[in-house]
């Protein structure tokens, strides 16, 4: 039946029809949920010293991926994107179950797709457990269990004013790669060779989040684009944020773009799955270390601000000091809604 009313967005759609109902059970009851729907996992109590964090991520074809993308590149993606959320709480993989609908049952597709699924299991020693398998439009879905001890899991809502804000790696070059597949923007073939990957094959942070756990007072990882992402934490933090756009951590292949399109693609495009985190400023040399151990780029790119108003606000500071005009800032502060 179509509905009259003006569409639902994403977040507005869980919220209504699943997350109050939710809360409202876990309210009455909490049994062993420490904690349900709004963060990048949720948490289950596992024993006296542990909790298990639990995820799940889909991806559908047409949606996430062309209909003929590469099996081997699709499966592993499928448990990086999960194994992400898990980076993004500090948990350490347990395992995880794939639910598949298969247009046909092809040996040439299925054994690359288990090539790349099992070469990104092996590598996180994260086992599959189970699942489900059926005819249909090609869908992947997999839910991933971590294990987290007891208390530590880095959540949403924990950013305090004046915590540093950081960003792993570099942000924008998987909206790079979409664009160029797309041809909105013509890039080399060693250019597109040298980022395809971090649209392809993400790497989930997992060694990054377990590091943070005693360090940073909040975390997610952008799936959806840096900014919209970030706005979770502040909207669940009740905080607001002075982000510096000359900050954001891009590759030398985005550098060659204009600079409007570096700093859309950096600050809104999503898939990148790196950890966008908030630390007190007295880490900082802790997390010049983790950056040092992992050899991975950790950039302070602002700040945690006191809530000015209801809404968080997200205040982005241009390369002369000058605070971007709202519109300036409006195309940069969208990030991606299957609905919107
Ligand atoms: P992420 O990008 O970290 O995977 P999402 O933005 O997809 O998170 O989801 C936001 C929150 O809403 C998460 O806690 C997720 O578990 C929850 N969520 C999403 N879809 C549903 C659903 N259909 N039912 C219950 N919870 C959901
Ligand atoms: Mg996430």
Redesign the pocket.
């Given at each position: 039946m179509q509905s009259q009313s003006s569409p639902l967005g994403?977040?507005d759609l869980?919220q209504r029809?699943?997350?109050t109902q939710?809360e409202a059970m876990l309210a009455a009851n909490p049994r062993s949920v420490t904690l349900?729907?709004?963060?990048?996992?949720?948490l289950l109590k596992a024993g006296p010293l542990e909790e298990i964090a639990i995820?799940?991520?889909m991806l559908v074809s047409g949606r996430h991926f062309f209909a003929d993308a590469n099996p081997e590149w699709l499966g592993w993606k499928a448990l990086a994107?999960n194994l992400s959320?898990l980076a993004?709480m500090g948990a350490k993989p347990l395992g995880f179950t794939l639910a598949l609908a298969l247009p046909d049952a092809n040996p040439f597709w299925l054994e690359a797709f288990s090539k790349g699924l099992f070469a990104i299991a092996n590598q996180y020693a994260c086992p599959l457990i189970g699942g489900d398998t059926t005819a249909g439009p090609l869908n992947i879905c997999i839910t991933a269990f971590g294990s987290i001890p007891k208390e530590k899991a880095i959540r949403r809502s924990g950013a305090l004013e004046g915590d540093d804000i950081w960003v792993s790696g570099t942000i924008g070059d998987a909206r790079l790669t979409l664009a160029a597949l797309r041809h909105e923007i013509e890039l080399s073939q060693t250019d597109l060779a040298l980022i395809e990957g971090r649209m392809h094959q993400p790497t989930p942070r997992i060694e990054l989040g377990s590091a943070l756990r005693e360090i940073a007072n909040s975390a997610?990882?952008i799936?959806?684009g840096l900014l919209g992402?970030l706005r979770?934490v502040l909207k669940q933090s009740r905080k607001d944020a002075e982000v510096f756009l000359d900050r954001l951590p891009k590759s030398a292949t985005l550098l060659k773009q204009s600079l409007n399109t570096q700093n859309q693609y950096a600050a809104s495009g999503g898939d990148d799955y790196e950890l966008c985190f908030t630390a007190p400023t007295s880490q900082r040399e802790a997390i010049a270390k983790i950056s040092a151990n992992l050899h991975l780029p950790l950039t302070q790119i602002g700040s945690i601000r006191p809530m000015q108003s209801s809404q968080p606000e997200i205040s982005l500071i241009h390369q002369n000091g000058m605070k971007l005009s709202p519109q300036g800032a409006s195309a940069l502060l969208q990030s991606f809604d299957h609905f919107a």
């Amino acid at each position: 039946m179509q509905s009259q009313s003006s569409p639902l967005g994403e977040f507005d759609l869980i919220q209504r029809f699943f997350k109050t109902q939710s809360e409202a059970m876990l309210a009455a009851n909490p049994r062993s949920v420490t904690l349900g729907i709004g963060d990048d996992c949720a948490l289950l109590k596992a024993g006296p010293l542990e909790e298990i964090a639990i995820t799940s991520d889909m991806l559908v074809s047409g949606r996430h991926f062309f209909a003929d993308a590469n099996p081997e590149w699709l499966g592993w993606k499928a448990l990086a994107v999960n194994l992400s959320d898990l980076a993004a709480m500090g948990a350490k993989p347990l395992g995880f179950t794939l639910a598949l609908a298969l247009p046909d049952a092809n040996p040439f597709w299925l054994e690359a797709f288990s090539k790349g699924l099992f070469a990104i299991a092996n590598q996180y020693a994260c086992p599959l457990i189970g699942g489900d398998t059926t005819a249909g439009p090609l869908n992947i879905c997999i839910t991933a269990f971590g294990s987290i001890p007891k208390e530590k899991a880095i959540r949403r809502s924990g950013a305090l004013e004046g915590d540093d804000i950081w960003v792993s790696g570099t942000i924008g070059d998987a909206r790079l790669t979409l664009a160029a597949l797309r041809h909105e923007i013509e890039l080399s073939q060693t250019d597109l060779a040298l980022i395809e990957g971090r649209m392809h094959q993400p790497t989930p942070r997992i060694e990054l989040g377990s590091a943070l756990r005693e360090i940073a007072n909040s975390a997610l990882d952008i799936s959806d684009g840096l900014l919209g992402d970030l706005r979770h934490v502040l909207k669940q933090s009740r905080k607001d944020a002075e982000v510096f756009l000359d900050r954001l951590p891009k590759s030398a292949t985005l550098l060659k773009q204009s600079l409007n399109t570096q700093n859309q693609y950096a600050a809104s495009g999503g898939d990148d799955y790196e950890l966008c985190f908030t630390a007190p400023t007295s880490q900082r040399e802790a997390i010049a270390k983790i950056s040092a151990n992992l050899h991975l780029p950790l950039t302070q790119i602002g700040s945690i601000r006191p809530m000015q108003s209801s809404q968080p606000e997200i205040s982005l500071i241009h390369q002369n000091g000058m605070k971007l005009s709202p519109q300036g800032a409006s195309a940069l502060l969208q990030s991606f809604d299957h609905f919107a």
